[in-house]
């Protein structure tokens, strides 16, 4: 793994995985099971503008007290747990940014995502409970005309109000309510907060979706993943994303 670019708000590494760890990634993206983002419900940090990326079950490094019905925990015996793997096993070199491991944070998701041609993800920042966030482009090819760079603002914008609003919201098990809890919901329908925050500076980063490559950012970081251009065809933005998660 060999670092690229160390930030304040973000690393970049590139030739992370060996090449049959690599291959066994790529393998378990493209035979894994997939539904649109919003095939249950909105999820808002998805505009409507967006499209429908793709995206497989949840993947959770620890088996946590109260476990869910349907969640996947590590070890899954397929290709994601070289990801999750290599990340545990890297965990200090990101502590400048998302936190130790057992003190800050203590559980990694792991998820696979499918962006075709014309899809994106909007800008927006992740949940206070993540202290930070991931992304390995596991696809064997990429040009720099295809689009689908993660763009991620300027470090002035740390925890700036994007007008998020925290909401309580129902826990459900299948059909049956378990509980409730306190759900941050992005401002969908009115990017305006969004938009004073990221214009009064107007500048950031992007980094393209080179293959083998992982990127760790800061919680509270807004980001963005530009629209996958026309020029990409028949090929997608794959990628293992997940979190470094409280609990």
Known sequence: MRAVIKT??????DDVLPPAEFAAVWEFVQLEE???????????????TDGRPLAGPGVYSHRPKEAHDGDRYYPTHRGIDKIIEMILGASGEFDEIVGKQKKDWSQLTAKAFI????????????SVSYTGAY?????????????????????STLRK??????LPTVVKQG????????????????ASSTDAVLSELGLGHFIQAKPNRLVVFRGGIPHRIAKVDPAAGENARCA????????
């Not at 293992?240 to 609990?247: D, P, R, T, V």
């Open 161 to 166: 109000d994007l007008g998020t609003k925290v």
């Open 175 to 190: 059909d049956r309510i378990v509980g409730m809890r306190k759900m941050e919901v992005p401002s969908a329908l009115d």
């Open 8 to 13: 304040s708000t973000f690393h970049v590494y």
């Open 135 to 155: 992304t390995f482009y596991a696809h064997p090819q990429w040009k720099s005309s295809w689009g689908g760079e993660l763009m991620i603002a300027d470090a």
């Open 34 to 48: 997939y539904a649109p983002v919003d095939s249950r419900q909105w999820v808002k940090v998805w505009r409507l």
């Open 240 to 247: 293992i994303a997940g979190f470094f998660q409280a609990e």
């Open 115 to 126: 962006y075709p041609p014309g899809t994106g993800l909007s800008w927006h920042a992740d």
